[in-house]
């Protein structure tokens, strides 16, 4: 990499690497990888636990008094009240990974005071490399990115997650999924809630939006989108999002279009919102304009 990258980023960078290239050995032999569960279909590796380790001690080694929070170590490791804190989800699509599905990526984030300053998702599987430092714009492969251009719901490609755990409202979603996808040109479930966000980030697609995510899935896509010229927040769009597990993610103009679609199924709408926005909001099945 480019050597004007700040030192922080360059370290991360190190790291998404590292934990790739294991990622990838690990890949041309999936069927010998040790499997656990976490619970109902919630996944984990000794990939991830792999991944993750090579992580943190790239990233200690350069910077023994930071904290870390990790998706499987949680705060074990690091400092533990630095001000500087590396979030990091070490095989985001860990799903995906074990059936051998190419979605899946490495999630490095830090944050200072709270702050999300640098960010770095990595794909192994396609190399690509998603890189942000906050003021300094989004990149991929060292090429600038840019949200998408698109400013019309009806030709917009989506990204979800669809709930898979148990209580995850599934029937809730399959509301909203059925008034979201006839206003759009298509809603794809990717599987890799980081990448999804790095994606959105480049404008491949125009906008994402789950529910259930941990800070891991979304800090370092959150910085990508925003410096990329996106919008992220919860479903109502309130910027205040990474603890609140609703996510959604665009460029403007979209993220202008889907708040008032998306925010009569958050769980921070009081009944009366709720009841106001599906009277306002006309049936996208009775011919009207998604714009």
């Given amino acids: 990499m480019s050597s004007n990258l700040h030192p922080m980023l360059n370290v991360a960078i190190k790291a998404a690497r590292a934990a790739g290239a294991l990622i990838n050995r690990a890949a041309l032999d999936v069927e010998a990888v040790r499997i656990s569960q976490k619970q109902v279909n919630d996944f984990v590796t000794e990939v991830d636990h792999a991944a993750e380790q090579a992580i943190i001690d790239t990233l200690l080694t350069a910077y023994p008094g930071h904290a870390i929070l990790a998706e499987e170590s949680g705060s074990a490791q690091g400092a533990k009240h630095s001000d500087y804190c590396w979030i990091i989800d070490p095989l985001d699509g860990t799903t995906n990974f074990i059936h051998g599905f190419p979605v899946y990526c490495v999630s490095i984030a830090l944050a200072f005071k709270d702050r999300i300053e640098h960010a770095v998702i990595y794909d192994p599987t396609r ?26 719901l009806k030709d917009c490609l989506l990204s979800t997650g669809f709930p898979f755990r148990p209580g995850d ?8 999924m059925a008034d979201i996808m006839p206003r759009t040109a298509g809603l794809r479930r990717p599987g890799s809630a980081a990448l999804d966000l790095a994606y959105v980030a480049a404008g491949f697609s125009d906008g994402f939006f789950e529910t259930g995510l941990s800070i891991w899935d979304v800090a370092a896509g959150s910085l990508l989108v925003t410096e990329a010229g996106g919008l992220i927040g919860n479903y109502t769009g309130e910027a205040d999002f990474l603890e609140q597990k609703e996510c959604l993610a665009a460029a403007p103009r979209i993220y202008g279009q889907l708040v008032p679609l998306l925010s009569k199924y958050s769980k921070f709408a009081s009944a009366g919102e709720k009841a106001m926005l599906r009277q306002e909001q006309p049936d996208a099945a009775d011919g009207a304009s998604a714009e």
């Fill in 169 to 176: 409202h599934f029937k809730n979603y399959m509301a909203l």
């Fill in 127 to 152: 190399n690509d490399l998603f890189t942000a430092t906050r003021g300094r714009g989004a990149f991929m492969n060292e090429r600038r990115i840019r949200v998408s251009k698109r400013t019309q």
